[in-house]
Antibody, heavy 122, light 107 residues
Framework: EVQLVESGGGLVQPGGSLRLSCAAS????????MNWVRQAPGLGLEWISY????????FYAESVKGRFTISRDNAKNSLLLQMNSLRAEDTAVYYC???????????????WGQGTRVAVSS | EIVMTQSPATLSVSPGERATLSCRAS??????LAWYQQRPGQAPRLLIY???TRATGIPARFSGSGSGTEFTLTISSLQSEDFAVYYC?????????FGQGTKVEIK
């Protein structure tokens, strides 16, 4: 079964750091581009970061640029998101998503994890 | 940044009726448009990609159309499990952007 499972969420104080992980299974992880998407409580979806299949290419939303770092370990079938200098507005459910991989320069997100909750509060 | 605007914000429909959701892009995005369904408490699920192609396992009552800047998702005969929030998303430009969502509720 194709699956993405996020972990690492929790409560953190403003200015703190957190590292999210996403474990992939059921497909050849190293062949797919990946993304992180978040959803603040009661609100819509916000794309925040992309990484190419080798990890050489990354993109970020302006809202997280310079604070968040996306990376991957293809040997461990794992996607990571290092979040630093966290703010209250980063409070959200964070989803790991897979690009369909059929289009050059990115595609729709065909597989989603169940999400991990991050709360930034003092 | 491309702004995706969905309408209406809420759509009240009776089971068995047809629902039509709209999505407009602030710039042309060709056919690089996806639709997602999100049921309460669940992760989003891909319904449509390439503006009109159903994803694997998606029932035929879901159809998408449009290109350029104007797109439509149609649910031909609403089932109980279709009452949810629907998001459009463009993947033609960076950053990827989503619409604000349309909630389809039971009338």
């Amino acid at each position: 079964e194709v699956q993405l499972v996020e972990s690492g969420g929790g409560l953190v104080q403003p200015g703190g750091s957190l590292r999210l992980s996403c474990a992939a299974s059921g497909f050849t992880f190293s062949s797919y581009e990946m993304n992180w998407v978040r959803q603040a409580p009661g609100l819509g979806l916000e794309w925040i970061s992309y990484i190419g299949s080798t990890g050489a290419t990354t993109f970020y939303a302006e809202s997280v640029k310079g604070r968040f770092t996306i990376s991957r370990d293809n040997a461990k079938n794992s996607l990571l998101l290092q979040m630093n200098s966290l703010r209250a507005e980063d409070t959200a459910v964070y989803y790991c998503t897979r690009d369909r991989g059929e289009r050059f320069d990115g595609d729709a997100f065909d597989i989603w994890g169940q999400g991990t909750r991050v709360a930034v509060s003092s | 940044e491309i702004v995706m605007t969905q309408s209406p914000a809420t759509l009240s429909v009776s089971p068995g009726e047809r629902a039509t959701l709209s999505c407009r892009a602030s710039q042309t995005i060709s056919s690089n448009l996806a639709w997602y369904q999100q049921r309460p408490g669940q992760a989003p699920r891909l319904l449509i990609y390439g503006a009109s192609t159903r994803a694997t396992g998606i029932p035929a009552r879901f159809s998408g159309s449009g290109s350029g800047t104007e797109f439509t998702l149609t649910i031909s005969s609403l089932q109980s499990e279709d009452f949810a929030v629907y998001y459009c998303q463009q993947y033609n430009h960076w950053p990827r952007t989503f619409g604000q969502g349309t909630k389809v509720e039971i009338k």
